[in-house]
């Protein structure tokens, strides 16, 4: 079970609007900033998203991350088939000393 | 731009120590923490222990008594061992300071 909550699964017609959730606590997410990774079939993780809201260069802008108290959300808007991919959300645990994911959501573009 | 590449045995047996390095090519290695995060068959990201370039280390208290990461400096490498390895270690192991730079993955299969 992992320490921040992430629902399995979401999915989107191509143009529109998703959001994936991540869920913590006070010791990681309300204490610290969050990254967004996206990963295809059988790559290494790309980072999407990092503290909280900026996006490395490259990334494009359709993708959007937000934090309020203990929540995060990843947004992606003007959905694209090749969005297509597992996005988990990650953060600094304070009591842990260490680095949690999410469990990963599987986004499918219908 | 900075470039990992990492190796380390692919087959071990239960009991055994699975031994991982990755060697950081380019520039800002004294920058970061560099980490390693592996993943299960079918499961999601787990991170493991991170070390920077002055030996500093934290580990996920769960993994803690099996881990022992290392540094060295002149060859800008960092090394994994993970101890008495069980099918529950079975996963793709990256290596990545969490940023934009991540390793090939080593798939480790632990099997009698």
């Known amino acids: 079970q992992s320490v921040l909550t992430q629902p399995p699964s979401a999915s989107g017609t191509p143009g529109q609007r998703v959001t994936i959730s991540c869920s913590g606590g006070?010791?990681?997410?309300?204490?610290?900033?969050v990254n967004w990774y996206q990963q295809l079939p059988g790559t290494a993780p790309k980072l999407l998203i990092y503290?909280?809201?900026q996006r490395p260069s490259g990334v494009p802008d359709r993708f959007s991350g937000s934090k309020s108290g203990t929540s995060a959300s990843l947004a992606i808007s003007g959905l694209q088939s090749e969005d297509e991919a597992d996005y988990y959300c990650?953060?600094?645990?304070?009591?842990?000393?260490?680095?949690?994911f999410g469990g990963g959501t599987k986004l499918t573009v219908l | 731009q900075v470039q990992l590449q990492q190796w380390g045995a692919g087959q071990l047996k239960p009991s055994e120590t699975l031994s991982l390095t990755c060697a950081i090519y380019g520039e800002f290695f004294s920058g970061y923490f560099w980490s390693w995060v592996r993943q299960s068959p079918g499961k999601g990201l787990e991170w493991i222990a991170e070390?920077?370039?002055?030996?500093?280390?934290n580990c996920l208290p769960s993994l803690k008594s099996r881990v022992t990461m290392s540094v060295d400096t002149s060859k800008k490498q960092v090394s994994l061992e993970l101890r008495s390895v069980s099918a529950a270690d079975t996963a793709v192991y990256y290596c990545?300071?969490?940023?934009?730079?991540w390793g090939q993955g080593t798939l480790v299969t632990v099997s009698s």
């Open positions: 990545t300071n969490l940023w934009v730079d």
């Open positions: 070390i920077n370039h002055s030996g500093t280390t």
């Open positions: 503290t909280n809201n």
């Open positions: 990650a953060a600094r645990d304070d009591i842990l000393s260490a680095w949690v």
């Open positions: 006070s010791s990681n997410i309300g204490s610290n900033t």
